[in-house]
């Protein structure tokens, strides 16, 4: 697996930028089981190797960059609209977050998110493109709330020190 920088990031993404840039990019690892491995004791043990999973937005849609193989000449992506992303949902946790992306016709992935010496607000950047997804908040209650009474309307003795 290859050290995440910012550079890596920006141009293992390019290539599925569209006229605009993304706004949110995300370094994560793959965390889900992989059907591609075969089933061994060092699997069970130690679970498969780790492979990236490149995650972009903007306002014209989602990329998601997966690293096939264990070198990083075998990457698949896709570029999707945002009517095409039918969950982007993230677990917090104490070191990493676990985020789960469902595009419609395609089988779930989880994802492992986590700061980095050199990416250190990638697990921000992972909450913002959840957001981007998250329907807008209800507008909050308005409450009936009771004029005050001044001090010289209130009864006798309202004043704590009279002058």
């Not at 293992?12 to 605009?20: A, D, H, I, K, M």
């Not at 677990?91 to 994802?111: F, I, K, Q």
């Not at 700061?115 to 997804?133: D, M, S, Y």
Request: a negative charge; charged letters at 20%.
């Amino acid at each position: 697996m290859p050290f995440p920088s910012p550079s890596r990031l920006d141009a293992l993404l390019r290539p599925y930028e569209g006229p605009r840039r993304f706004a949110f990019k995300v370094w994560s690892v793959d965390a889900g089981p992989s059907p591609t491995v075969v089933p061994s004791m060092e699997e069970q043990v130690f679970g498969h190797p780790p492979r990236i999973v490149l995650l972009g937005a903007c306002e014209d849609g989602l990329a998601v960059v997966r690293q096939t193989a264990d070198d990083m000449h075998d990457l698949d992506g896709l570029r999707v609209p945002w009517s095409s992303v039918t969950r982007l949902e993230r677990d917090p946790h104490l070191v990493r977050d676990l985020v789960r992306v469902e595009l419609s016709g395609r089988a779930p992935l989880l994802v492992a998110v986590s700061n980095h010496v050199l990416l250190p607000h990638n697990r921000a950047a992972a909450k913002a493109l959840c957001e981007l997804l998250r329907p807008p908040a209800a507008e909050p209650p308005t409450w009936h709330v009771r004029p005050s009474l001044l001090a010289s309307e209130g009864p006798d003795g309202w004043l704590a020190n009279p002058t």
